[in-house]
């Protein structure tokens, strides 16, 4: 396939500026940005399923330059809904220098900050120079503008897009950039870049947007109860990643894997078919949550998130680190415990109602302590037990779990 037949496949392309773009990023040897605001500290998941576009294009012979808007982070762009509340001039940069030096890591490529060439912008000269070759009636028929016009939306936000512009036409006067790729909400922004550098030099200079990858219910990829997916593993360790991509969608899974992997077409067709003769097998989860681990973390990492996934589901407490296991068991219940009887234990904190109930669980076998069945209703819970001498894993049957701290 050519680049474009493939990125067309992996779903890559939804709004095209001219149809003479195919040709172009079929010839290679163009020179394209995509960008994101420095919002948060951390790409999440989202960042990264639009930012491998630029690996894409590399390989068939473009140059990437990947922004990341200091000064347009002090704005913030319309979402179509509410007015976004501004942040702090030290929060955006102190963002800023955290997100250049994790997008280095992972996209190997230049990053520019908008800041550097805004920052000393005067209001007449932004009207003069930008604001004067934009229509105001052209601004407001933007999707996300009008969306948001019935709530209100402050001149800021409405003055976002003729900044990304801006940026368009400054990177195409000054770094030969005639190629913006970003998500398809930014398609308005970008078409008025297009528009500004038209009418100010005459160039033709191009663009095109992927679709924003979602769930089966239209829920942005990467955001879980309401939170992101972050690419920090201090923020997001690599089993929560993993358990995350693990519990993907059966019927979404293989357009994940098209979208977020570099596996040809022959091998996901391969992984489509073996996952739909057995998808409790879950080997499209599988893979590609070997494909995005691998590639932020490294091999290690998915190896451990196997391991601390697998241990957990068997029991197998004591073949886990404390670190990885409190990873693995975040967000269950947990207390302060003083030594004692595991009965006494058990019903004090609520894990059984009775002691009459723990003793039932505990004959029949269904109470252990970190991994191992306890029989023995006498039995004392201390510190001698206790994992690396700081806590203790109580399970009550296959699935609940709770951490006593001692």
Not at 235 to 252: G, I, V, W
């Amino acid at each position: 396939m050519t680049v474009y037949e493939d990125l067309k496949w992996r779903g890559l392309i939804q709004d095209i500026s001219s149809p003479e773009l195919e040709e172009k990023l079929n010839k290679g040897g163009m020179t394209f940005y995509i960008g994101t605001d420095p919002t948060a500290d951390s790409l999440h998941l989202g960042h990264y399923s639009s930012f491998l576009i630029t690996r894409r294009l590399a390989k068939a012979g473009h140059t990437p330059i990947i922004l990341v808007g200091g000064a347009t982070g002090l704005i913030g762009d319309p979402r179509g809904s509410t007015e976004r509340e501004l942040s702090k001039k030290e929060v955006v940069q102190r963002n800023f220098e955290k997100l250049k030096e994790q997008v280095q890591k992972i996209f190997p490529y230049e990053v520019v900050n908008n800041y550097d060439w805004v920052k000393d912008l005067t209001v007449i000269d932004f009207l003069r120079d930008y604001g004067k070759y934009i229509n105001v009636s052209y601004m407001l028929n933007k999707d996300l503008v009008k969306r948001q016009m019935d709530s209100g939306i402050s001149y800021a936000e409405f003055s976002y897009m003729l900044l990304q512009a801006l940026d368009f036409k400054y990177l195409h006067e000054t770094r030969g950039v005639d190629l913006q790729v970003a998500g398809s909400d930014q398609w308005g922004n970008i078409t008025t870049g297009i528009e500004l550098t038209r009418k100010t030099t005459g160039d033709e200079i191009y663009a095109f947007t992927m679709p924003l990858i979602t769930d089966s219910r239209g829920n942005k990829f990467g955001k879980s109860e309401g939170n992101a997916v972050w690419i920090d593993k201090e923020k997001t360790s690599s089993y929560e990643l993993y358990q995350f991509l693990l519990n993907a969608e059966d019927e979404m899974v293989i357009e994940y894997l098209k979208r977020l992997t570099f596996l040809s077409k022959e091998e996901i067709e391969d992984i489509e078919k073996q996952h739909n003769e057995a998808p409790h097998l879950r080997l499209a989860q599988k893979t590609l949550a070997k494909e995005i681990i691998t590639d932020l973390h490294g091999v290690e990492e998915f190896e451990n998130a196997v391991k601390t996934s697998e241990s957990l589901f068997k029991g197998n407490i004591k073949d886990i680190s404390v670190k990885d296991l409190l990873i693995g068991l975040k967000g269950v219940p947990s207390f302060e415990i003083t030594p004692g009887n595991i009965v006494n234990i058990l019903v004090d904190n609520k894990i059984c109602s009775s002691k009459r109930e723990a003793r039932e669980f505990i004959n029949s076998g269904a109470i252990s302590i970190n991994g191992d069945v306890v029989n023995d209703e006498g039995m004392i819970i201390d510190k001698t037990i206790a994992l690396e001498e700081k806590i203790i894993v109580i399970r009550k049957g296959k699935k609940n779990y709770f951490i006593c701290n001692i």
